[in-house]
């Protein structure tokens, strides 16, 4: 949801059409999935609310894009045998591309009571997006700002694991480096598996009180963040491959297809697993494997989205015409405002019209949400974001 300025700044290498659609989607998704439980459609009704409450995928789809956005140059830096930029310089665009916005968001809704903070440690934990690190404010202030917290995790790794997979690859034909660096990546996905497991041997119930809050920590979600490096390393093969290429075709003949798998995937998730919709439900580590099962086929879904938007064919892609679209492009854009604000308009809502939450409404709700949260979000995006990551985009070059 936070990747498009910083990839940009090198579009006809690293970019490609319809990923910001897709992270609009992403966004989309997670409007609906908070305004299906604000309204209580998601607990009233027993078809579609099946569906609303596993619509957190769309955090699943932002990952595996940051996975794939972000890692790619590193690979085709390593394949080229040419400089990738300095560690340092990448932490501070990620920094300057989470932090201003998010503080923006963060103290306009605290201070119009959309959100609440109580105490020094709170808004502390809060400002600096390490709540997720205390299993009892993991959620507060901008509920879903756990994310960001997660990602800036990933944002420390990843580039001191691209430093070392290329010293472990130093000297070794693409091939054979592409091949170690998908296996690396798996290894990643392996120790997420391994570490979620690990959690629920010292769990809250075995008197490990950090332990329930883990599940929201980069560890967990190493496997979600690992698919789309693999992804990405395919993807920078192929440009050096030609056979890879061919197989990347063959692969994506029918572009829809990947959607349909993808479709069949999220009805399965949502309806044949019986996991729970939200309020009062089972902690995470009493149900590992349901757990494990409902995030593997989060980050299937997600690479089933993003693969026929990175690898093309000769064949007709109407996902991709969709998602490169001036609408969808724009949403795009603006994705990282709108997962911000939206749940301060849905908040509000409830407030200005008298609305109690669990009560009804979800189409109102819906809209004001959605467009409350596109209107700030690209007033923000227009006149704060993007002139700020630009000023840092002329620093950095010079």
């Known amino acids: 949801m936070t990747n498009s300025a910083a990839v940009k700044t090198s579009k006809s290498k690293f970019w490609f059409g319809g990923l910001d659609g897709l992270r609009a989607f992403g966004a989309l998704l997670i409007v609906v999935h908070h305004a299906g439980f604000s309204s209580g459609l998601t607990f009233r009704n027993d078809f579609f609310g099946q569906f609303f409450s596993r619509m957190d995928i769309g955090v699943s789809i932002f990952f595996v894009l940051s996975g794939f956005l972000l890692f790619r140059p590193f690979v085709l830096n390593q394949?080229?045998?040419?400089?990738?930029?300095?560690?340092?310089?990448?932490w501070i665009r990620r920094i300057c591309r989470i932090y201003p916005a998010y503080w923006l968001a963060l103290l306009v809704l605290l201070g119009l009571g959309a959100i609440q903070l109580i105490g020094a440690g709170q808004v502390t934990m809060a400002l600096s997006l390490t709540q997720i690190y205390d299993p009892t404010?993991?959620?507060?202030?901008?509920?879903?700002?756990?994310?960001?917290?997660?990602?800036?995790?990933?944002?420390?790794?990843?580039?001191?694991?691209?430093?070392?997979?290329?010293?472990?690859?130093?000297?070794?034909?693409?091939?054979?480096?592409?091949?170690?660096?998908?296996?690396?990546?798996?290894?990643l996905s392996f120790f997420s598996y391994v570490f979620r497991f690990v959690l629920t041997k010292i769990a809250p119930d075995s008197g490990s009180w950090w332990a329930s809050g883990a599940d929201l920590w980069m560890p967990s979600y190493l496997d979600t963040f690992s698919i789309g490096m693999v992804l990405a390393v395919v993807s920078a093969w192929e440009t050096k491959q030609p056979k890879v290429r061919r197989a990347t075709e063959f692969f994506v003949r029918q572009p829809f297809l990947w959607w349909v798998i993808g479709a069949a995937l999220f009805w399965l998730v949502s309806t044949q697993l019986?996991?729970?919709?939200?309020?009062?439900?089972?902690?995470?580590?009493?149900?590992?494997?349901?757990?494990?099962?409902?995030?593997?086929?989060?980050w299937i879904i997600g690479a089933c989205l993003l693969i026929p938007l990175v690898f093309k064919s000769s064949a007709s892609n109407k996902i991709l015409d969709f998602f490169s679209s001036r609408p969808m492009a724009y949403l795009g854009s603006i994705s990282y405002g709108i997962y911000l604000w939206h749940q301060g308009f849905l908040t509000w809502a409830h407030s200005w019209l008298d609305w109690p939450e669990l009560t009804g409404n979800f189409f109102s709700l819906l809209l004001i949400s959605i467009c409350g949260s596109v209107l700030v979000a690209g007033l923000s995006y227009r006149f704060f974001e993007e002139p700020l990551n630009a000023k840092l985009r002329h620093q950095l070059q010079h």
């Open 79 to 90: 394949f080229e045998e040419t400089s990738s930029d300095k560690i340092g310089h990448f």
């Open 137 to 187: 404010w993991g959620l507060f202030g901008i509920s879903q700002a756990w994310s960001l917290a997660t990602e800036l995790s990933f944002y420390l790794l990843l580039p001191l694991f691209a430093l070392f997979a290329r010293r472990l690859t130093r000297n070794k034909s693409v091939d054979n480096q592409a091949r170690f660096l998908i296996l690396l990546c798996f290894g």
């Open 274 to 298: 019986n996991l729970p919709r939200g309020f009062g439900s089972e902690p995470w580590f009493l149900n590992l494997k349901t757990h494990m099962a409902r995030q593997t086929l989060y």
